[in-house]
């Protein structure tokens, strides 16, 4: 059993910046793929970022958000520049302990309780 629990969610004004943390429990973090997903109220879950020897990021936050991952610490972050109100969402922390290159939602196995973003314009 994985646990996840975010932290570094709150309220931004558009064109700040927030850092996410994910910390997990789990004896082989460093083979895990770790993502980072949003839900905004109405609208389906996405992926935002993944990250595993290769880091993935939906086209929408390119060039904004950087993930990034910690093995000692068993943390992965996500790093979000340049907010925009779009971008405002609950963030939940996913982990696939298969370590997939190329994970699709349902390769991941365990999800943190997800922390808000909310950018104000």
């Known amino acids: 059993q994985v646990q996840l629990v975010e932290s570094g969610g709150g309220l931004v004004q558009a064109g700040g910046s927030l850092r996410l943390s994910c910390t997990a429990s789990?004896?082989?973090?460093?083979?895990?793929?770790m993502g980072w997903f949003r839900q905004a109220p109405g609208k389906e879950r996405e992926s935002v970022a993944s990250?595993?020897?290769?880091?993935r990021y939906a086209d929408s936050v390119k060039d904004r958000f950087t993930i990034s991952k910690d093995n000692p610490k068993k943390q992965v972050y996500l790093q979000m520049n340049n907010l925009k109100p779009e971008d405002t969402a609950v963030y939940y922390c996913?982990?696939?302990?298969?370590?997939?290159?190329?994970?699709?939602?349902?390769?991941?196995?365990?999800w943190g309780q997800g922390t808000q973003v909310t950018v104000s314009s």
């Open positions: 990250i595993s020897l290769l880091r």
């Open positions: 789990g004896d082989t973090f460093s083979s895990y793929t």
């Open positions: 996913a982990a696939d302990v298969d370590g997939s290159l190329w994970p699709r939602e349902a390769d991941y196995d365990y």
